[in-house]
């Protein structure tokens, strides 16, 4: 299947489904692979992305790569996982949505907002280059959130106090460029 189909699928996927879709860096969405039902990714996947500590505690990670997939356990432990290592931007989310109890059309808003937040630092990553610094994002609904900036250093430990959306905009106004607006 040739790449932008690939893009497409996953799109219409998750459109159908009633959630956004986040922006995927021009370069990465020309290599995006299906790897199976609700598993797109750049890169082969190490086991389940639900296994977030695998991804975003990687010493040596993998050149720039992308993965979009949903995954999960139990009955209410399925989330929508977006990682995204793009030069010095490092995004890793594990958003709530599928689970049994959860309430998917609420998962589905904040989902809408956090990719919301993600399109703004693809863009202005984009738009910085080189001034952009190293920015290493970690927000889980299950585990907590981390944030890192001007460093290549991962977070140490997840602040399970703070919500996605939050680390999100404090990780947006953190880079933007004085006088811009988020």
Known sequence: MNPIAVVDEARTLFFSA??????????????????????YSTRA???????????????APPSDY????????????????????????????QLAWGGVYEDNAACATAIARCF????????TYDKMGER?????????DFYGCALTVG?????ERLDSSVHPIDVLTIALNAVLPVGSEG
């Open 18 to 39: 009633g959630l956004a879709f986040p922006k995927l860096p021009a370069e990465l969405a020309r290599r995006l692979r299906k790897s199976g039902d609700w598993r």
């Open 45 to 59: 996947l190490n086991g389940s992305p639900y296994n977030l500590d695998a991804y975003w505690r990687q010493t």
């Open 66 to 93: 992308a993965v979009l997939a949903h995954a999960g356990h139990g009955i209410n432990s399925y989330a929508i996982h977006y990682f995204l290592v793009y030069g010095r931007l490092r995004i890793f989310l």
């Open 116 to 123: 919301g937040l993600v399109d703004a630092l693809v863009d």
């Open 132 to 140: 952009f610094p190293a920015l290493t994002v970690v927000a889980s």
């Open 151 to 155: 460093t290549e250093a991962n977070p």
